[in-house]
Nanobody, 115 residues
Framework: QVQLVESGGGLVWPGGSLTLSCAAS????????MAWYRQAPGKQRALIAR???????NYADSVKGRFTISRDNAKKMVSLQMNGLKPEDTAVYYC?????????WGQGTQVTVSS
């Protein structure tokens, strides 16, 4: 059974930092493209960062230069380092794993940026 479990969310002041982690089980993470999405209240879920099995990354313009996605295939972990957080970054953040038709999601972790 495939599971993706996110952690690391919370409340942070504007300008602060958080690191989200996604622990994967039940799959060979190295073969998957891993991604982070987020969904703010009243908005659609949107892709913010993606990393391929070969380590190529791409980011949404809204987070480029502030967020960094990384992966550790041996530990079956994907991380999202978030710096310079803004109130508009407030959302539920989801981990995603895709390989061909296989598409898996975590349950999400809440990130709230507020003073």
């Amino acid at each position: 059974q495939v599971q993706l479990v996110e952690s690391g969310g919370g409340l942070v002041w504007p300008g602060g930092s958080l690191t989200l982690s996604c622990a994967a089980s039940g799959l060979i993470i190295g073969t998957y493209t891993m991604a982070w999405y987020r969904q703010a209240p009243g908005k659609q879920r949107a892709l913010i960062a993606r990393i391929t099995g070969g380590g190529n990354t791409n980011y949404a313009d809204s987070v480029k230069g502030r967020f960094t996605i990384s992966r550790d295939n041996a530990k079956k972990m994907v991380s999202l380092q978030m710096n310079g957080l803004k109130p508009e970054d407030t959302a539920v953040y989801y981990c995603n794993a895709v390989f061909g038709w296989r598409d898996y999601w975590g349950q999400g972790t809440q990130v709230t940026v507020s003073s």
